[in-house]
Nanobody, 123 residues
Framework: QVQLVESGGGLVQPGGSLRLSCAAS????????MGWFRQAPGKEREFVATISYSRGNTYYADWLKGRFTISRDNAKNTVYLQMNRLKAEDTAVYYC????????????????WGQGTQVTVSS
């Protein structure tokens, strides 16, 4: 049974940082691209970042402008999202997902999803 478990969300002030983690089990982690998506209240789920299953190639949403960094540790079956210079509009539930292909920014290409972790940016 595949499980993706996110952690690291919480309340942070504008301009602050958080690091999200997603621990994967039940799959061959090195065969999967990993991605982060988010969904704010009343909005559709949107792509944030993705990392390939090998060589660590990454791709980000245009609006990020370098604030977030995705990385993975294949020895720990874990993917991370380092979020810096957080803004109120970054408030959302953040989901990690796994796709059985090299890399993708399309939610419909992801096979497995975590339950999500809430990130709230507020003073």
């Amino acid at each position: 049974q595949v499980q993706l478990v996110e952690s690291g969300g919480g309340l942070v002030q504008p301009g602050g940082s958080l690091r999200l983690s997603c621990a994967a089990s039940g799959l061959i982690f090195t065969n999967y691209a990993m991605g982060w998506f988010r969904q704010a209240p009343g909005k559709e789920r949107e792509f944030v970042a993705t990392i390939s299953y090998s060589r660590g190639n990454t791709y980000y949403a245009d609006w990020l402008k370098g604030r977030f960094t995705i990385s993975r540790d294949n020895a720990k079956n874990t993917v991370y999202l380092q979020m810096n210079r957080l803004k109120a509009e970054d408030t959302a539930v953040y989901y990690c997902a796994a796709a059985d292909l090299y890399i993708s920014d399309r939610a419909d290409q992801y096979d497995y999803w975590g339950q999500g972790t809430q990130v709230t940016v507020s003073s």
